[in-house]
């Protein structure tokens, strides 16, 4: 199991970083070039089971173990009235998960995966980034802990959410943070905000910046000041992936501002990801053209939970269908693009 023992280090883990198997990925390349379609014609498709072979070390990569959690907090910055909705929603939503009656629930029997909920003291908020660190050291190492450790290795695919009343805020902040800008360029609606929570939202968010800004040098700072606990376990969890080799689909604007102080640190971080989608929250397109991602979706969503990830996971898992199910042109006994050719050259 990955963990990590102290900020040191996660920052040793952080700095050396596993690559794709090469073998691996040159082997699914050359089976793509020899499927009875012309090379190029199923798009991403052909891609995306590329790159899941690579990371996965396998010619025929799979899509049998598909692992979706969800990390939940609370926030002090909320009592700034930053969200729509109170705190205590956060409990309540942990429970609707349990019960089966949350969209991911949904979502995710639908692709296939297996989901599991992890919640983090939620009797206790972070501290309010405002006037104070989100978290001491040992709660950020606990929460990054936390997710490394939900995090199986025969994972075949990974997508991790969130839940937790006010968490645009410190998302916001974090890219802010990271990637410069002012408040305003990160900051949504988030659950539905009206003009005057936007501008609460943006002073709290200036606020944080100020204080805490200077003090940001490393990854681990960065998401201990601003963060929150269920942003600290998403970030453990994907670098932990990263380590056991488990490709990543990333969910929305919480999820990847949780990983933008990661790829500060190492700008190699992100490769075993993928984006899952571009959801509707103001900051998630910055932030993926800050990443290089192109997103596997546009759907105009921002649930959060993981929800964008688990429609996405249906998109790999057909990517990997037609990578694995397909004939070879030997197979199938069709003429390949260059057979007349090489006819022509094996009479000549």
Request: net charge negative; charged share 20%.
């Amino acid at each position: 199991m990955i963990r990590f023992a102290d900020p040191a280090a996660f920052a040793a883990s952080l700095a050396r970083l596993p690559a794709p198997d090469a073998a691996a990925t040159e082997a699914a390349r050359a089976r793509q070039s020899e499927l009875t379609k012309p090379l190029g014609s199923l798009g991403r498709l052909e891609e995306i089971a590329v790159f899941m072979a690579g990371w996965q070390g396998r010619e025929r990569p799979r899509a049998d173990l598909i692992r979706a959690v969800i990390f939940a907090g609370n926030h002090g910055v909320a009592a700034r009235g930053v969200s729509a909705y109170p705190p205590e929603v956060t409990v309540q939503m942990v429970a609707n998960f349990r019960a089966r009656g949350a969209a991911i629930n949904a979502l995710t029997a639908a692709c296939g995966a297996e989901l599991a909920v992890v919640p983090l003291d939620l009797d206790r908020p972070t501290g309010d980034i405002t006037c104070m660190p989100a978290m001491s050291e040992a709660d950020c190492l606990a929460a990054l802990n936390a997710g490394a450790a939900a995090v199986a290795a025969d994972t075949e695919l990974l997508f991790v959410g969130e839940m937790g009343i006010g968490n645009t805020t410190p998302a916001a902040a974090l890219a802010a943070q990271v990637f410069g800008g002012e408040a305003a360029d990160w900051i949504g609606r988030g659950t539905g905000l009206d003009d005057d929570g936007l501008a609460r939202k943006a002073a709290a968010v200036a606020a944080a910046l100020s204080l805490h800004g200077r003090h940001c040098g490393t990854a681990f700072e960065t998401l201990r000041r601003l963060g929150g606990r269920e942003i600290a376990a998403m970030a453990g969890a994907v670098l932990a992936a990263r380590h056991l080799r488990v490709p990543v689909l990333l969910d929305g604007f919480i999820t990847c501002a949780a990983m933008a102080p990661l790829l500060a640190d190492n700008d190699a971080f992100l490769a075993h990801c993928l984006a899952a989608h571009c959801s509707a929250e103001a900051g998630h397109a910055r932030l993926l053209d800050r990443f290089g991602l192109d997103p596997l979706l546009q759907l105009g969503m921002r649930l959060g939970e993981g929800s964008g990830a688990a429609v996405a996971a249906q998109i790999v898992r057909s990517a990997i269908a037609a990578h694995n199910g397909m004939a070879t042109f030997a197979e199938a006994a069709v003429a390949g693009k260059n057979a007349g050719r090489d006819a022509e050259t094996a009479q000549a």
